[in-house]
C-alpha cells in the first residue's frame, strides 16, 4: 500500500549536480521538496528552470546560508504540516544513487518502520576516494552513537541519506544542531524514542563536490549531544521497568567515573606537589586501577542489558 511519503533534497551550490537530482527523482513519482539554502552560484536558477518541467516539486528558499542541519529540519517540518507521515530527506550534490532513495521509499511502503538510515561502510559502499576527515569523523560518531544508544547494530550515523516519520518533529528542539551533526541527533532521538528502525546499506559518490566540513566544530557538536543525550537516556530508562536495571548501572557507572577522575586527579597532585601524604601514591594507583576495571565492567553490563532490549526493535541489512 502507497503511503504518505515526501522527498526533501537540500541544495547549497550544488549547480554542477541538481539537473541530474531533480530529474532521475522526479521518476519516483513522489512528491519533492527542494530547499535552497542561500546558494551563490547558478543552483537557484537551475532549480527554477527545471522545476516548471515538474509538477510535484515545490520550492522553498532560506534567505541566507543557514546550515544542513536547519534546513533539514525546516523540511521535516514543512513535510509534517502539509500532512506527511515520512520525509526521505536528500543531498543535492549527487552523491546518493537513485537506487537508494527508491530502496527507502519500497521499505516504508512494505513495512513500519519510523526511521530508516543508510551505511556507506560495507564492501560496495564507497566509490571514489572518501576524504579522511569524513573516514576518522564518522569512525569516531559510530562509537560514540553506539555508546549513547546501547546498540551495536548501527553505523556511519552522518550519512545524509535517511527517511524518518515526521512525528519526530517536536524532538527537534534547542539543542538540535543547525549545521553539522544533524543525522546523528536524528539518529539518536529515533532510538531513544524506540522507533522501529532499518539500516539500509547505500552507495556514495565522491566526485568533484565541495565541503565545509570543519572537523573541530563536528568534534564538539558530536561529544556535546553525546553527553546531552546519554544523561536524557538515563532519566528516561529510570521509568521504565525493562531498562531500569540499565538505568542503575549507568548512574554507578558515572559515579564511578567521576570519582575516577578525581582519584587521577589526586594522584598526580601527591606525585608532583604534595610534601608529605598519609596514603602512598602506589597505594592510590593500585586503587585506581582496581576502580578504573570495574568501572569498564559496569559499562560493560549495562550495555549488553540496554543492546537486548534495543536490538528488538532495530534491523539493518546483512
Do not use: C
Not at 539537473?19 to 532549480?47: A, M, P, W
Not at 512494505?110 to 564492501?123: E, G, P
Not at 524514542?193 to 565541503?211: D, G
Not at 582519584?263 to 598519609?278: D, E, K, Q, R, S
Amino acid at each position: 500500500m502507497k503511503k504518505n511519503i515526501a522527498l526533501g533534497v537540500l541544495a547549497y551550490n550544488v549547480s554542477e549536480f541538481i539537473e541530474t537530482v531533480i530529474d532521475e527523482l522526479s521518476l519516483l513519482n513522489e512528491n519533492i521538496y527542494i530547499l535552497d539554502d542561500g546558494s551563490n552560484d547558478e543552483t537557484l536558477s537551475k532549480i527554477k528552470k527545471i522545476i516548471n518541467k515538474h509538477k510535484n516539486i515545490v520550492l522553498i528558499k532560506n534567505s541566507k546560508n543557514s546550515g544542513a542541519g536547519y534546513s533539514t529540519k525546516k523540511l521535516i517540518l514543512k513535510a509534517y504540516e502539509d500532512g506527511y507521515d515520512f520525509l526521505i530527506k536528500i543531498d543535492g550534490d549527487g552523491q546518493f544513487l537513485i537506487s537508494d532513495v527508491k530502496k527507502i521509499i519500497n521499505l516504508y511502503n512494505q513495512t513500519d518502520y519510523q526511521f530508516i538510515k543508510s551505511n556507506r561502510f560495507w564492501k560496495n559502499g564507497i566509490v571514489g576516494k572518501i576524504p579522511k576527515k569524513r573516514l576518522f569523523g564518522n569512525l569516531f560518531a559510530t562509537m560514540l552513537l553506539q555508546i549513547v544508544t546501547g546498540t551495536n547494530k548501527l553505523f556511519d550515523p552522518l550519512n545524509g541519506l535517511f527517511g524518518v516519520s515526521t512525528i519526530i518533529s517536536p524532538e527537534l528542539n534547542k539543542f538540535y544542531p543547525k549545521r553539522y551533526g544533524y543525522p546523528f541527533y536524528i539518529t539518536v532521538v529515533a532510538i531513544v524514542n524506540e522507533f522501529k528502525t532499518f539500516q539500509i546499506n547505500n552507495v556514495v559518490k565522491y566526485e568533484n563536490q565541495k565541503s565545509s566540513l570543519n572537523p573541530f566544530v563536528v568534534l564538539f557538536t558530536l561529544l556535546k549531544l553525546s553527553l546531552y543525550f546519554y544523561l536524557k537516556k538515563i532519566k528516561l530508562k529510570k521509568f521504565i521497568g525493562i531498562y531500569q536495571r540499565s538505568a542503575f548501572l549507568d548512574k554507578s557507572f558515572i559515579f564511578l567515573l567521576v570519582s575516577n577522575i578525581f582519584l587521577f586527579i589526586g594522584i598526580l597532585y601527591l606525585l608532583n606537589f604534595a610534601v608529605t601524604t598519609i596514603v602512598a601514591p602506589r597505594t592510590l594507583l593500585f586503587i585506581f586501577v582496581l576502580s578504573l576495571i570495574l568501572n569498564i565492567i559496569i559499562f560493560i553490563l549495562s550495555f549488553k542489558e540496554e543492546k537486548s532490549i534495543r536490538n528488538t526493535y532495530i534491523h539493518n541489512e546483512i
